[in-house]
């Protein structure tokens, strides 16, 4: 059985969850999964997942909580035998609970941004839509102004992006993310055996770790130092299906 490490990064729209996780996918062997994007190629391939988000994400609205659990259980349930880190997902308490019943994560990470810090950012940032790749004008440029660096298409800025809608979509973040923070946060301390016997659904994790600062290449060491640590004291995999509870 190999060492697994199931991960998921949170924190509020521009905090840098995509940036450090491309970091993290990086430096350590694991499947990095985004929720946006996954629906995104849904919608472009007109799958029919892709066909039931579509007015949901075009309209730049949370999917429901049955429907997005319904497509990303079974994604995450392919990646049987991988490390993961996900990305935009759980992102409500119905979604947590969820994911808690298939599967215990080991860590989770939230990224606790100034709003000052989120507003320039996103106001900065520009995408490339087809494939999600985001770019900072002053932080991370792309090659050519304006251009996407692999296919050399036009970059747009999202209109969720403006002051006005950031601050909206911070306030929802707050009320929606509290109780999924909480859920991770509390510790239960329990020995592997104890918690080998319990409904995985049932627990409580004291798998919460919180990152503040205004700059990513100074969150990124501490993030970098906690994923060795923990990687290398993980233990067997113990991410199972919880017993039908
Ligand atoms: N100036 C600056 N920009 C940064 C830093 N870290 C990330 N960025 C940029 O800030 C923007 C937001 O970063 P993302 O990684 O897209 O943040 P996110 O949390 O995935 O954002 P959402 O997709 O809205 O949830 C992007 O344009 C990044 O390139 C930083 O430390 N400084
Ligand atoms: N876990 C989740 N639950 C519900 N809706 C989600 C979701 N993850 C993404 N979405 C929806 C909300 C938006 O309509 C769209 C894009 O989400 P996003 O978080 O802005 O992605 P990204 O940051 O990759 O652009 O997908």
Not at 196 to 209: E, R, T, V
């Amino acid at each position: 059985m190999a060492k697994l490490f199931r991960t998921a990064i949170m924190g509020p729209p521009g905090s840098g969850k995509g940036t450090i996780s491309k970091r993290i996918a990086q430096n350590v062997g694991l499947q990095y999964l985004s929720s946006g994007h996954f629906l995104r190629e849904g919608i472009a391939a007109n799958t029919d997942a892709g066909v039931l988000v579509k007015g949901y994400v075009e309209r730049s609205m949370l999917v429901p909580d049955h429907l997005m659990s319904r497509l990303m259980l079974p994604r995450l349930e392919q990646l049987t035998g991988h490390s993961w880190l996900l990305d935009g997902f759980p992102r409500t308490i119905a979604q947590a609970k969820a994911l808690n019943d298939i599967c215990q994560m080991d860590l989770v990470i939230s990224l606790n941004i100034p709003f000052e810090t989120l507003r320039e950012r996103v106001s900065d940032r520009w995408i490339h839509p087809a494939s999600g790749r985001v770019y900072n004008m002053g932080f991370n440029p792309p090659q050519v102004q304006g251009r996407d660096d692999v296919t050399g298409e036009p970059l747009i800025q999202h209109a969720d992006d403006r002051p006005e809608a950031l601050q909206a979509r911070l306030r929802h973040y707050k009320d929606v993310a509290k109780p999924v923070m909480n859920l991770y946060k509390k510790s239960v301390l329990l020995s592997n055996a104890e918690a080998a016997s319990k409904p995985l659904g049932s627990l409580s994790q004291g798998i919460l770790y919180q990152f503040s600062g205004t700059d990513t290449d100074r969150i990124w060491p501490y993030i970098s130092s906690l994923l060795s640590t923990k990687i290398s004291t993980q233990p067997l995999d113990t991410c199972q299906p919880s017993a039908q509870a």
